[in-house]
């Protein structure tokens, strides 16, 4: 124990562990799991239903060494960690901190914006990464202001490749949150993922947002029925289409 306590140090020293949610039956498809958060992320998604996260704020400060404790006391519990956050990848030490989890034997699954391509390429030739899912926030061509500050949509298109056809399991996610998914643009989005073993649709959450003004003006993107039109759209594209 000692040994692994004393790598978890040296993984996570450049990851901020900002929350730890213990058990979920829901986050890590098939699997008993807790989710690990890292904080900050290069996107500024008006609807983002973590803001402190995204603001690189902690809304806990996590201990490396009971994290790494609890982790090894539940060995038998837990089937796997799910690294959310945030944007996990702009973190050198993600790789680190994913090693010492296979360590430890848990199944690993990554939640992620696509924007670091390399680091998605790299947690899968190594093996390090067992199920990705990637948000697909628009159309690609759509990448921009006020989502991120630069045009993302080109290391957004390469990401899905390389989650594709990478040989992990995987699912692609979308917040439908209007004006960035509306029924004009899903079969473009649907089309970038074309094949796809799975797109869950997800109603965005209002009741705390990025930008608070967002989740005052954005109610029409909320009832079943525009859900339903999404995913009639969607479905031709991928194996399977679901609301979530």
């Known amino acids: 124990m000692q040994s692994c306590v004393k790598a978890a140090k040296n993984a996570m020293s450049t990851i901020t562990v900002a929350g730890l949610q213990k058990t979920s039956l829901i986050d890590y498809p098939g699997k008993v799991s807790c989710v690990v958060f890292i904080t ?4 500024t998604c008006p609807y983002c239903h973590n ?17 790494l404790a609890f982790l090894d006391q539940r060995r038998t519990l837990l089937d796997g960690v799910v690294i959310s956050g945030g944007e996990p990848t702009l973190r050198t030490g993600l790789h680190a901190l994913c090693r010492d989890l296979r360590n430890l034997g848990m199944a690993i699954k990554l939640d992620t914006n696509g924007s670091r391509p390399d680091v998605i390429e790299t947690l ?17 061509d759509d990448y921009g202001p006020p989502l991120c500050n630069e045009k993302t949509g080109p290391s957004v298109l390469r990401s899905i490749e390389t989650i594709m056809t990478g040989g992990v399991d995987y699912e692609f996610r979308t ?41 005052c003006t954005a109610q029409t993107s909320q009832s079943m029925e525009w859900m339903q039109s999404l995913q009639q759209l969607a479905a031709p594209f991928v194996e399977s289409c679901f609301i979530r």
Request: aromatic share 8%; glycine share 6%.
């Open 51 to 67: 803001p402190e996260l995204a603001r690189g704020q902690y809304p806990e400060r996590i201990d490396r060494n009971d994290l």
């Open 124 to 140: 899968i030739r190594d093996g390090l990464v067992d199920y990705i899912a990637m948000d697909l926030k628009t159309a690609p």
């Open 175 to 215: 917040t439908c949150a209007a004006p960035f998914v509306t029924q004009a643009q899903m079969p473009t989005m649907a089309a970038s993922i074309q094949g796809a073993r799975r797109l869950a649709l997800q109603r965005f959450n209002p009741q705390e947002t990025l930008d608070p003004a967002f989740g």
């Open 40 to 43: 900050g992320c290069n996107f």
